[in-house]
């Protein structure tokens, strides 16, 4: 009964590659987010979601590239993969009344060597 | 610009001791405010929030905070720490859009 999941939980890989992080939520919601939490613990917004639509687009490399097949499901692809994105990342959702609380899911940790 | 503060990064108090941490936002409009915690490896869970109302707000785990407009801050507060609170504490302040913008961080430890 996970609200928000993300897979994998854990992800290493070498310079240049491309990998995906999946998140679904069964919690109704329709806006869902990604948020970098970068090796201090800072948690920035990269994308938001509503209804499959794009409408937070923070200034992120366009070599990221989130996508939603369904309001249940946002994924995240990250091309030609660089040393700096190694990070945490968490997808969230909530219902879109501006200020709701978003539910976050347990993190994917992307290690780029 | 919109911001929020943790002035502290890290904290240890004693278990059993009182507890406050501090956040200090900067918002043009009125603030919608939250405070989640995230224990080692696992993701953010929400503690309380406030949207208006009652300025002292309830939250889990008997944790609460306090909203003061003329100071900007909403410092949350518990009477008596637990060895399971030891955790990394998010401020949160929720703008148009649906953005929520966070503070630092705050690391709580808990001695003995």
């Known amino acids: 009964d996970t609200a928000v999941s993300q897979t994998p939980k854990y992800l290493v890989t070498q310079m240049g590659n491309d990998k995906s992080i999946k998140c679904e939520q069964n919690?109704?919601?329709?806006?869902m987010y990604w948020y970098k939490q970068d090796s201090k613990k800072f948690l920035k917004i990269m994308f938001s979601?509503?209804?499959?639509?794009?409408?937070i687009n923070e200034t992120v490399p366009n070599r990221f590239s989130p996508k939603s097949p369904d309001k249940a499901h946002l994924n995240l692809h990250i091309n030609s993969l660089e040393l700096g994105d190694s990070a945490v990342y968490f997808c969230a959702s909530s219902r879109l009344t501006d200020y709701n609380e978003q539910f976050f899911g347990p993190g994917t940790r992307l290690t780029v060597l | 610009a919109q911001s929020v503060t943790q002035p502290d990064i890290h904290i240890t108090v004693s278990e059993g001791a009182s507890l406050e941490l501090r956040c200090n936002y900067s918002y043009g409009a009125t603030p919608y405010l939250f405070w989640y915690v995230q224990s080692p490896g696992q993701g953010l869970q929400l503690l309380l929030k406030y949207f208006s109302g009652d300025t002292l707000v309830q939250g889990i785990k008997g944790f609460e905070a306090e909203f003061k407009r003329s100071q900007s801050s909403f410092n949350l507060r518990k009477p008596s720490v637990h060895w399971s609170d030891a955790a990394e504490y998010f401020c949160a302040v929720g703008i148009q859009g649906g953005k929520l913008i966070f503070g630092q961080g705050t690391e709580l430890s808990v001695k003995p």
């Open positions: 979601y509503n209804n499959k639509e794009l409408i």
């Open positions: 919690l109704g919601h329709d806006t």
